[in-house]
């Protein structure tokens, strides 16, 4: 069976697309296929992995969920990280949260699922599910079609707690359609355990959670964020900085919470392979 994972906080600038980004090409690298599902209006996740410009994509998560007609069984794109394919965002998506309710009266919320569910997704795919800044009915579809959510906090910010008890109560009402949505994990992001904010924050974040808070914390670096400005993901550009790093091991972390083992590596593969340029138009 394929593994669906929502990586959701209603809260902007915590790291969510950072983490769908890096993580899908790191279990891309311990042997998985990757799908990326990217549902925020903003498409940044599509312009960093995409080779397509998202507006030049027939196909993307917009027109299949406004759609009624059967999904196409493979409706996704090749990226530049091999292994890793993408559904595309849009800011379309606006519209689709302004005529699901029309469209599925009865069933707003499960429409996403139903698209998944006509897709020909192979039994090991990881699905991850890019969610936008807010606990909106895209979102709601998101954990409706997902097994698991993954949550980033981020430990820089006092206020990265905030408002956590609105997505906790989400997640209750989700589970009497999907009863088998489960947390997988608390991600600490933006960490920096030289500053006095970040490490009381850290603290505050495992009391909270206790062992659902993963092992790894993402630190802050410049690394990532060189990579993404240079559409990349952080094992091409550098993948013996300490981004490369926190994101290989946060993979192995979730393939054992998901009860997977890494299978033959791809490293090695990935790493001798021309990094495919964009698509311009």
């Known amino acids: 069976m394929s593994y669906v994972i929502s990586v959701v906080n209603q809260k902007g600038g915590v790291g969510k697309t950072t983490t769908v980004v890096h993580l899908s090409a790191a279990l891309a690298r311990l042997g998985y296929p990757v799908l990326v599902v990217d549902l925020d209006p903003q498409a940044n996740a599509s312009t960093t992995l995409g080779l397509i410009d998202p507006y030049e994509v027939k196909t993307t998560i917009a027109t299949l969920m406004l759609d009624r007609a059967s999904s196409p069984p493979a409706p996704w794109y090749d990226t530049i990280e091999g292994y890793v394919q993408i559904i595309y965002g849009h800011v379309q998506l606006t519209k689709v949260e302004r005529d699901l309710p029309r469209m599925s009266i009865t069933m707003p919320g499960n429409v996403l699922r139903k698209r998944l569910s006509q897709m020909a997704l192979a039994d090991d795919h990881i699905i991850l599910l890019d969610c936008p800044p807010s606990l909106s009915l895209l979102t709601v579809n998101a954990l409706v079609a997902s097994d698991y959510c993954l949550i980033p906090v981020e430990s820089g910010s006092k206020y990265s707690l905030d408002g956590y008890e609105d997505l906790e109560e989400l997640i209750r009402d ?104 964009p698509v311009i138009r």
């Open 174 to 277: 989700v589970r009497d359609v999907n009863p088998k949505l489960d947390i997988l994990g608390v991600l600490i992001t933006r960490h920096d355990g030289r500053k006095n904010v970040c490490k009381a924050m850290k603290a505050a974040i495992e009391r909270r959670f206790g062992g659902q808070v993963f092992q790894t914390a993402i630190t802050s670096s410049a690394k990532i964020q060189e990579a993404e400005a240079n559409k990349r993901t952080i094992f091409q550009h550098d993948r013996q900085s300490n981004g490369a790093r926190d994101f290989m091991e946060l993979g192995r972390e979730v393939l054992a919470r998901l009860r997977l083992h890494p299978s033959a590596s791809r490293s090695e593969e990935l790493e001798d392979q021309p990094i495919a340029a």
